[in-house]
């Protein structure tokens, strides 16, 4: 007779105080806070209170766990046919009727005729067979594993067998369920997981570490994927394969497992490779679904198919896209990975969210507000608007982090975007928010404090000594402010070829935090807020009447308008090396001397160059040779050679060049006139002027007459020249002071130290005689 069932097992029930209806339990939750009113155990509970506990919270905050279906006393109440002998070991995989026994006592079998096999039980089954899928989220491709979820076993003691075949140490890497970004804790226990994707993924500052070990240990082991050496491993160790026939049957348990050649009835198939002893994963087949979909992935790059598997995998990384992103409308945004963090101070740690917090008006912390001027009124409202201001500029800043960089680092952590380049995209806007937050730290908010702790005014002189650093502090801008152009194109390239990226792009628009800008209105907010401080404080100006705020506020306002002109002097540059670059691709040879002799032709082609981005002799590294005028002339040399030529007329040169047939190119035919050695004169014929060259000694060594097509444009040409000359000159005498300048300074440090010198010298031996 059979033996009897297992008495049935206590149905878990809700462990919510506050749940009245004793209902069944159906999740179970880990986290601290839930463990707390049930005696730090994880607490169960029904799926109406586990709404009501984790409804409101985010999705990344509490892991929780469906637990395991408890059947009713009726699904329970089986036969005795259908309750596995106590005699039988456990096993992991599904096992096959039993047959019966020839007259040796060994099973018959048929490679033809497949053997009914048993449903699974699901209320009596050892639920310790439930697995969950490992999968490794590093740059080295490593196959995903499926682990067996044990009872009474830790999430790192089925692991750690794992990471010793992958080499793989479990302190540099974090362990995370799904989709999820909170690291798991490895003591969990592993029965919980079953069922579940866990992704493995290398610590900050740890990846080139874990992907190398890994990548050597599989370079190791591509010997033994060898027939030879397989089929030395088959021979040495035939107890590792799962169903492997051998002639000693008489080891083998009551039932063995499944061989799975004869149950496809074809014997030349070879068996699974053997997996080595005591390893914490579960043998994987052929036929397994993960491989297949990546086998299908790999052979939509190499296949036939080219266009539909790329057509393909786009709909799918579509709709990837649209669930992630409606799991931030439903969950709220990630949180920024802290490895990917422009800053790495969180604004929730930092407490800034309630230090940016004002009141309605600053009546409300002024004392006295109605007895007040009407003038006085103002100089407050101003002062206000500026304070205002500042704190709704830090919350945009925000928003372009929190909302579009922060989702697209988490979209690209996710496989999504990966080929937008964030820094290209944004800048270094978490250095323009760092310095915004230095500046409200140290100026804004102290400013705040006094007023609200004594009811005083708001007094402009107490920005003076934070406007003052303006320059240093605001150095940041600098480079944002040359790269705006550049990242603006690069948003527009996106927008039209990435459908992905204008999909993220228009869900992001949509989200409430955007207030209906668009990227590109947040793109520009760092230059149209610098540019509004000058107004801010003269507003502020404008109203004051007490002489030492004015003269305060005067000074922040300088400060302020000269780091505005030190960013546009320094775009102007970038503008005007972008033009030179462009003429130089648009010169196509620099012929200006001719060899005799093709000895002659090979020294001189060293020399024949000509570099406008070089320095402007005399003048400060900073300044940057501008193109003054450019256009088609005709010159004359001598009393009968006339030639087409196309002049170039630059800060300190003028180049004449000869257009080619090609499409706007020419070549240098003429040596570069330097602007300072040049005699310019109009002519009496209409339309033409005379450029005489003269060399060091001021001597006449070439002249040439230019004739335009009208006397308007001749006479744009004299000026033209004339300006050049002038400005070359101011440039020249700003160098000279600035290094007089230098060389007094240098000279009073040397002073200063110099009466420590003499009096040594004066107590020398030498002296003294």
Same mark, same amino acid.
């Given at each position: 007779?059979?033996?009897?069932?297992?008495?049935?097992?206590?149905?878990?029930?809700?462990?919510?105080?506050?749940?009245?209806?004793?209902?069944?339990?159906?999740?179970?939750?880990?986290?601290?806070?839930?463990?707390?009113?049930?005696?730090?155990?994880?607490?169960?509970?029904?799926?109406?209170?586990?709404?009501?506990?984790?409804?409101?919270?985010?999705?990344?905050?509490?892991?929780?766990?469906?637990?395991?279906?408890?059947?009713?006393?009726?699904?329970?109440?089986?036969?005795?046919?259908?309750?596995?002998?106590?005699?039988?070991?456990?096993?992991?995989?599904?096992?096959?009727?039993?047959?019966?026994?020839?007259?040796?006592?060994?099973?018959?079998?048929?490679?033809?005729?497949?053997?009914?096999?048993?449903?699974?039980?699901?209320?009596?089954?050892?639920?310790?067979?439930?697995?969950?899928?490992?999968?490794?989220?590093?740059?080295?491709?490593?196959?995903?594993?499926?682990?067996?979820?044990?009872?009474?076993?830790?999430?790192?003691?089925?692991?750690?067998?794992?990471?010793?075949?992958?080499?793989?140490?479990?302190?540099?890497?974090?362990?995370?369920?799904?989709?999820?970004?909170?690291?798991?804790?490895?003591?969990?226990?592993?029965?919980?997981?079953?069922?579940?994707?866990?992704?493995?993924?290398?610590?900050?500052?740890?990846?080139?570490?874990?992907?190398?070990?890994?990548?050597?240990?599989?370079?190791?082991?591509?010997?033994?994927?060898?027939?030879?050496?397989?089929?030395?491993?088959?021979?040495?160790?035939?107890?590792?394969?799962?169903?492997?026939?051998?002639?000693?049957?008489?080891?083998?348990?009551?039932?063995?497992?499944?061989?799975?050649?004869?149950?496809?009835?074809?014997?030349?198939?070879?068996?699974?490779?053997?997996?080595?002893?005591?390893?914490?994963?579960?043998?994987? @087949?052929?036929?397994?679904?993960?491989?297949?979909?990546?086998?299908?992935?790999?052979?939509?790059?190499?296949?036939?198919?080219?266009?539909?598997?790329?057509?393909?995998?786009?709909?799918?990384?579509?709709?990837?896209?649209?669930?992630?992103?409606?799991?931030?409308?439903?969950?709220?945004?990630?949180?920024?990975?802290?490895?990917?963090?422009?800053?790495?101070?969180?604004?929730?740690?930092?407490?800034? !969210?309630?230090?940016?917090?004002?009141?309605?008006?600053?009546?409300?912390?002024?004392?006295?507000?109605?007895?007040?001027?009407?003038?006085?009124?103002?100089?407050?409202?101003?002062?206000? !608007?500026?304070?205002?201001?500042?704190?709704?500029?830090?919350?945009?800043?925000?928003?372009?982090?929190?909302?579009?960089?922060?989702?697209?680092?988490?979209?690209?952590?996710?496989?999504?975007?990966?080929?937008?380049?964030?820094?290209? #995209?944004?800048?270094?806007?978490? !250095?323009?928010?760092?310095?915004?937050?230095?500046?409200?730290?140290?100026?804004?908010?102290?400013?705040?404090?006094?007023?609200?702790?004594?009811?005083?005014?708001?007094?402009?002189?107490?920005?003076?000594?934070?406007?003052?650093?303006?320059?240093?502090?605001?150095?940041?801008?600098?480079?944002?402010?040359?790269?705006?152009?550049?990242?603006?194109?690069?948003?527009?390239?996106?927008?039209?070829?990435?459908? #992905?990226?204008?999909?993220?792009?228009?869900?992001?628009?949509?989200?409430?935090?955007?207030?209906?800008?668009?990227?590109?209105?947040?793109?520009?907010?760092?230059?149209?807020?610098?540019?509004?401080?000058?107004?801010?404080?003269?507003?502020?100006?404008?109203?004051?009447?007490?002489?030492?705020?004015?003269?305060?506020?005067?000074?922040?306002?300088?400060?302020?308008?000269?780091?505005?002109?030190?960013?546009?002097?320094?775009?102007?540059?970038?503008?005007?090396?972008?033009?030179?670059?462009?003429?130089?691709?648009?010169?196509?040879?620099?012929?200006?001397? !001719?060899?005799?002799?093709?000895?002659?032709?090979?020294?001189?082609?060293?020399?024949?160059?000509?570099?406008?981005?070089?320095?402007?002799?005399?003048?400060?590294?900073?300044?940057?040779?501008?193109?003054?005028?450019?256009?088609?002339?005709?010159?004359?040399?001598?009393?009968?050679?006339?030639?087409?030529?196309?002049?170039?007329?630059?800060?300190? #040169?003028?180049?004449?060049?000869?257009?080619?047939?090609?499409?706007?190119?020419?070549?240098?035919?003429?040596?570069?006139?330097?602007?300072?050695?040049?005699?310019?004169?109009?002519?009496?014929?209409?339309?033409?002027?005379?450029?005489?060259?003269? @060399?060091?000694?001021?001597?006449?060594?070439?002249?040439?007459?230019?004739?335009?097509?009208?006397?308007?444009?001749?006479?744009?040409?004299?000026?033209?020249?004339?300006?050049?000359?002038?400005?070359?000159?101011?440039?020249?005498?700003?160098?000279?002071?600035?290094?007089?300048?230098?060389?007094?300074?240098?000279?009073?440090?040397?002073?200063?130290?110099?009466?420590?010198?003499?009096?040594?010298?004066?107590?020398?031996?030498?002296?003294?005689?």
């Amino acid at each position: 007779a059979a033996d009897p069932c297992p008495p049935e097992e206590t149905v878990l029930r809700c462990q919510n105080p506050d749940c009245s209806g004793e209902r069944r339990a159906a999740k179970v939750c880990h986290h601290a806070e839930c463990q707390q009113p049930n005696r730090s155990g994880p607490l169960s509970l029904c799926e109406l209170c586990d709404g009501r506990l984790h409804g409101a919270m985010h999705f990344d905050g509490h892991i929780r766990f469906d637990l395991p279906p408890q059947g009713s006393v009726l699904a329970r109440n089986m036969s005795t046919r259908s309750c596995p002998p106590r005699t039988s070991p456990a096993s992991d995989v599904e096992e096959e009727e039993e047959g019966p026994l020839d007259s040796r006592g060994e099973r018959r079998s048929s490679a033809l005729k497949v053997t009914k096999k048993k449903a699974w039980r699901r209320h009596t089954d050892d639920p310790s067979k439930e697995c969950f899928t490992l999968k490794f989220d590093l740059s080295v491709d490593i196959e995903a594993e499926i682990v067996p979820a044990v009872k009474k076993k830790s999430l790192g003691e089925v692991l750690l067998p794992v990471f010793e075949r992958k080499a793989i140490e479990p302190g540099k890497v974090d362990i995370y369920l799904d989709q999820s970004h909170t690291p798991l804790s490895l003591q969990f226990e592993a029965y919980r997981f079953g069922g579940h994707y866990l992704r493995v993924k290398a610590k900050p500052g740890d990846e080139l570490k874990v992907e190398q070990a890994a990548r050597d240990v599989r370079s190791a082991s591509l010997p033994i994927l060898h027939p030879s050496s397989t089929a030395a491993l088959l021979r040495l160790a035939p107890e590792l394969v799962p169903g492997r026939r051998e002639g000693t049957d008489s080891l083998a348990p009551g039932r063995r497992r499944k061989n799975m050649t004869e149950f496809l009835g074809d014997t030349s198939i070879p068996g699974p490779e053997p997996t080595p002893h005591g390893g914490g994963s579960l043998p994987t @087949n052929g036929t397994d679904t993960w491989k297949n979909r990546a086998a299908s992935r790999f052979s939509g790059f190499f296949g036939s198919g080219t266009g539909t598997g790329s057509f393909g995998r786009e709909t799918e990384k579509l709709e990837q896209l649209a669930s992630r992103l409606h799991a931030y409308g439903t969950f709220g945004l990630p949180k920024l990975p802290p490895q990917l963090r422009f800053d790495r101070d969180s604004w929730e740690e930092d407490g800034d !969210e309630a230090g940016l917090a004002l009141e309605d008006s600053w009546q409300q912390i002024i004392r006295g507000a109605e007895a007040l001027s009407r003038r006085q009124c103002h100089q407050q409202e101003a002062i206000w !608007e500026l304070l205002h201001t500042e704190a709704t500029y830090i919350r945009k800043l925000k928003v372009i982090t929190d909302l579009f960089l922060c989702c697209l680092l988490n979209l690209q952590e996710s496989g999504l975007l990966c080929e937008v380049d964030a820094e290209q #995209l944004f800048g270094n806007i978490g !250095e323009i928010i760092r310095l915004h937050r230095e500046l409200w730290r140290s100026v804004m908010a102290p400013v705040l404090a006094k007023a609200r702790r004594t009811g005083a005014l708001l007094d402009p002189i107490d920005f003076l000594d934070g406007f003052k650093m303006f320059g240093s502090l605001f150095k940041p801008y600098v480079r944002y402010c040359m790269e705006e152009e550049g990242c603006m194109e690069y948003m527009r390239a996106l927008l039209r070829d990435s459908e #992905l990226f204008r999909t993220y792009v228009t869900w992001a628009e949509k989200h409430e935090q955007c207030s209906r800008l668009k990227l590109s209105d947040m793109l520009v907010k760092p230059h149209q807020r610098l540019t509004k401080y000058p107004l801010l404080l003269k507003s502020v100006l404008k109203k004051t009447d007490d002489p030492r705020a004015r003269d305060a506020v005067t000074v922040m306002i300088g400060s302020v308008e000269h780091f505005i002109n030190h960013v546009n002097s320094r775009m102007r540059q970038r503008q005007e090396r972008q033009r030179l670059g462009a003429i130089l691709d648009r010169i196509d040879a620099y012929e200006v001397v !001719e060899g005799s002799t093709d000895e002659v032709d090979k020294l001189l082609k060293e020399f024949l160059r000509l570099d406008l981005t070089a320095p402007i002799p005399g003048t400060s590294p900073e300044d940057t040779r501008q193109l003054l005028l450019e256009g088609s002339l005709r010159m004359r040399e001598g009393k009968d050679s006339k030639t087409d030529v196309y002049c170039f007329l630059f800060t300190d #040169l003028f180049l004449i060049t000869k257009p080619l047939k090609k499409a706007e190119r020419t070549k240098v035919i003429r040596q570069p006139l330097l602007v300072d050695k040049v005699v310019c004169r109009e002519l009496r014929d209409p339309g033409s002027f005379l450029l005489i060259y003269l @060399n060091e000694l001021g001597s006449a060594v070439a002249a040439y007459t230019f004739q335009a097509s009208g006397q308007s444009l001749c006479r744009s040409w004299v000026e033209a020249v004339r300006n050049a000359q002038n400005l070359l000159q101011q440039l020249r005498q700003r160098r000279r002071l600035e290094e007089e300048e230098e060389e007094e300074g240098e000279s009073g440090t040397s002073a200063a130290s110099s009466p420590t010198v003499l009096r040594r010298s004066s107590a020398s031996p030498d002296s003294q005689r």
